[in-house]
């Protein structure tokens, strides 16, 4: 999907401590309409239709009544990093009855009975032990979950994911989890201000969801690419995005820089 005139779009990684905080109804309805109309322009210069694009607000460590301002401004559905921050968060505002809840981050198998009792959406699957894990504690909740399987696109090993290769195989062996819902991909871009690196990581993905999705066992569907974040959203956008998890953009900027938050595989689950 790449075009002359996307090849000029940079990234915003080194804009941390640009994004004003969101401490008002307004504040939240001024921000989430100006990323509307980024993906909205991002959309236009490749000839996509805006409404294929979900905006994901991701509310990780923002206090609750922070969170209720943004539902207030019609946010229903929330990304989180760390399942007991979101779980912590999901108890304060059951009276939301309508708010639902996507973990993003890399999970602990420790940490699969909070994800099974309030999670809608997990983005970060990439192990058969934490698909064990998941099936296991949502059979006990009589609950089902959508899942996105988490593909490493930069090659970082510091990086959660599946490397790419190792994602048919993976693929052949959801099936055996009725209770997790397949519905695509996932992916980290490189922190990066060289926009042409970090489109690669958005293309490739793209390429092998195209490429899998002839292959994928029955049951397995291969419709959403979650990639793209606050820096990086609009190039996601142009390589075919059906999912933007966008947080500082939205809520304004946290106290430490985005990388810090990037999960790390030799960390355990961290932002």
Known sequence: ??????????TLHDQHGHWPQ??????????LAAVHARIAAACQRVGRDPTGVRLLPVSKTKPEAILRLAYAADCRFLGENKSQEAYRKWEAMTDL???????????QTN???????????????????????????????GRGLDVLVQVNTSGEASKYGLPPDEVAAF????????????RGFMTLALLSVEAARVRSCF?????LRDRLRQEAPDGIGLNELSMGMSGDYEIAVEEGATIVRVGQAIFGARATPDAYYWPSAGDGEMD
């Open 111 to 141: 940490k699969a009975k909070l994800v099974a009792r309030f999670a809608a959406e997990f983005q970060a699957l990439d192990s058969l032990r934490v698909a064990e894990a998941l099936e296991r504690r949502l059979q006990a909740e």
């Open 97 to 107: 009855t309508d708010l639902r809840w996507s973990v993003i981050g890399h999970l």
């Open 171 to 182: 693929l052949r062996e959801l099936p055996a989890f009725s209770a997790l819902r397949v």
């Open 1 to 10: 999907m790449n075009t002359d005139i996307s090849l000029q779009i940079s």
């Open 203 to 207: 293309v490739q993905l793209r390429e």
């Open 22 to 31: 969101a401490d008002s109804v307004e504040d939240f309805r001024r921000n």
